[in-house]
């Protein structure tokens, strides 16, 4: 069977289709709670880490294309940065793909205790199979979702994990 060995390897018309699809996303304004017009509902502090430079920058448009409940905050290439960036921005939700190189050999396991502890993991992968969902749960993800279908899938995904204290003052 001939898989999928990186991204890169997908179809460029799967990464078109993710930033095409941001076209058609709806604009969304900032949420006011409802009774309480002077709280707004902060963004949602989002890390995203990927070794491919094609693959950031085709998320990096789709999540910031008419996504204000959303803030970009960093991006990462590897393991060892990824941990690093997640304790130091403390994002409420880290977009990682399961399959990076990384120079500090770092496990699933290791990375899951060194990654910050107040944030949600959204794994992503090209594989859909069960060797990649039992290394998503190794991670400690929450969701696991396909690079092909994420621009119907990850913003839905970054907002269901967010946490209720993001209520800020305007």
Partial sequence: MNQITHFEQIPLE??????????????VEEETLQGSPEITVAPVTVLLAD??????????????NNN????????????AQTIQMSNDLRPHVIVMD???????E?????????????SQLVAISAWDDEQTKSLAASFG??????KMKLSDLLVPAILKLAPASRVAAA
């Fill in 141 to 146: 993800a929450a969701e696991l979702l396909d």
């Fill in 14 to 27: 799967a990464i078109k289709d993710i930033i095409e699809n941001t076209s058609e996303a709806d604009s």
């Fill in 106 to 118: 770092n496990t699933p396991e290791t990375v899951k205790t060194k990654l910050n502890q107040g």
């Fill in 68 to 79: 204000k409940d959303i803030k970009l905050v960093g991006e990462a290439v590897n393991f």
């Fill in 98 to 104: 399961l399959r990076m190189p990384d120079d500090c």
């Fill in 51 to 64: 070794d491919s430079d094609i693959t950031r920058g085709a998320i990096r448009r789709f999540l910031l």
